[in-house]
């Protein structure tokens, strides 16, 4: 039988899966058994017949599967397959780029762990957001922020990554006085190597901690107060300028590889956005048929990569790129990171104190901080989008608390097992809903096994780290363009006519540029008299996001300006205002499904009214949170994808 089921375009101009309710009946009553109706153009029914599937003009963006439901096993694998290989580019990106930025770029077998690492620790913070967290339907993968501290540091001290002999490696013969050496040059390299992941790991971890106290005391409402898009704006800007180094790496080997991919997935996610592709598939009632689907726009980073991967194969194959491992067109070639494989254990389980025991550094520390507060607030941003999306009401106070405390618990375990960065929420994931219309936590519940099936198995995660490095730099070409883009949509609820806010964007972007590089180039300047305060200085000052955002939010918050010229003022409102904002928008659910599934005795302690992540059981407050226009805004730009840089 065959079936062409047509997707239309609804007024928003989205498209996605239609269907029709036969009933108000069934709609109530029925809406699991039968989603949809079929109009048969020929009476009898027999193979061959074309069936169609309408969509309902009374309610086109109707769910498939709403927060609380869970689709078929088999679909449900479909659906976390397919939220899995939206996200998993960023995460194998960062996790490259941290990897350079601690030294272990030639060292394949160790980026095999961080990656695994990474993977696994998306898998549980992602479950843990679904289950106890806001419990909407969230991907947190891996926050390109806290690499940012990490490459200041790199250029603060060039030499950091060069080894040199130890004490301990040399020995004096008291006969002759001659100088013996006993130096492991693989052996030093992997120390310090570890040494730089260790303190990356204690860092993450206090992050962790205050990250989650932000969100478990509720702070984040007091913080809201003072910090608005003109200090975000200028601050996440920096975030993606200042990568440009790391992606110039990747894509050097072979330009034409990189712009091809980069070109590639931007035709598929823009050019083709309005067009559906045909795509046969099966089910045991409907049997073999054709839909149309835009699965070319859902996957076009992953599809670019694929092609530019084929590509690099073929020139391989065809002996176009260099033998020589010294020339840097050599690591263009698809069997350059082969041996990363063979070096990869079969099974890795990551665990606390893999790397040994986690140490300090101030310098990162204060970077890892700016990247948290960074973090939290792009977060919170998600969660409103996310439940505009899923139709359901704006998540209360209590329930965003508990994600924020949620991500911090994240970063913590992201820091103990040697993940190389905290987690953050994936917007990307959240456009996928819109497409697809399915908002079913257990999708992504589903999503955060795959990651954990995923970081178990090390043979199966090196084959990432083979991606060719040009294939990398053109996917980064078109995220990051991406996320630049996202970031300047902040902008959309401040006053940009504002002599006073241009000036304060200005000034801080370019004072966040200058600094940095003037640390780069004369950092020996700094001369305390004490070597570890000179480097702490010499790590904050060459940090943009450290510079811009501690001058933008002094600047927004000492100019004299109005909240609603400042654009804070559209970022808060009161539940009594949202509500009568979005009384015309018809929920699938109700703020029910914020609550923990706990028993009804645990629920209704009145104890709970002192504690900041649960719902009080005796009385609605009226609290503190994003509008609409914040929400609308994450929910227009999550459609194309935030990669979580």
Known sequence: MSENIEIRENGNGVTNPGFHIDSEDEKKNNHRERKVSYKEEAENGGPGNDVTLDISEDNPDRLLYKTSETPPFHLLLFFSLQQMLMSISGTLAITLIASKVICAGEDEEFVAYMLSSALFSNGICTILMNVVGVRLPLFQGAYGGYIIPLLTLLEVDPNKCKIRPSLQDTAVNSTNASVVTSFNEELEMRNLILNNMQELQGCLITVGVIHALIGGTGLIGFLLRFIGPVTIVPTILLLGIYVVDPILDFCVPNWGIAFLVSAVGFILAFYLAKYNMLIPVWSPKGGCRII??????????????????????????????????????????????????????????????????????????????????????????????????????????????????????????????????????????????????????SVFVGCGVLYLVLGVFGKLSAVFISIP??????????????????????????????????????????IGLIIPEYIKKFGSDIDTGYADLNFSLKGLLGNPNFVCGVLSCLLDNTVPGTLEERGIAAWQSNDEEEASKTMAQNYEEGKEIYEIPLPNRIKQWHGWKYVPFMPDPKQKKRSRSLSGQWSRRKSLVAGVGNTGY
Request: proline share 5%; aromatic share 10%; charged share 10%.
């Open 292 to 441: 149309k689907y835009p699965i070319h726009q859902v996957f076009a980073i992953l599809i670019s990569m694929i092609v530019g991967w084929i590509v690099s194969w073929i020139i391989t194959a065809a002996g176009g790129f260099t033998d020589d491992k010294l020339d840097k067109g050599y690591k263009a070639r698809s069997d350059s990171r082969l041996s990363g494989i063979d070096a990869a254990d079969w099974f890795i389980f990551p665990y606390p104190g893999m790397h040994g025991a986690v140490s300090f550094s101030t310098p990162v520390f204060l970077g890892f901080l700016i990247a948290t507060f960074l973090s939290i607030l792009d977060s919170i941003g998600d969660y409103y989008a996310c439940a505009s999306m899923s139709r359901v009401p704006p998540p209360p106070q209590h329930a965003v608390n508990r994600g924020i405390m949620v991500e911090g618990i994240g970063t913590i375990i992201s820091g103990a097992i040697g993940a190389s960065q905290a987690t953050t929420t994936y917007g990307g994931n959240i456009g996928a809903i819109g497409v697809t219309r399915v908002a079913s936590t």
């Open 469 to 510: 490095n040009p294939v990398l730099g053109g996917s980064l070409i078109t995220m990051m363009g991406m996320f630049i883009g996202v970031t300047l949509s902040n902008l959309r609820p401040v006053s940009l006519t504002s002599t006073r806010n241009l000036a304060i964007i200005g000034t801080s972007i370019m």
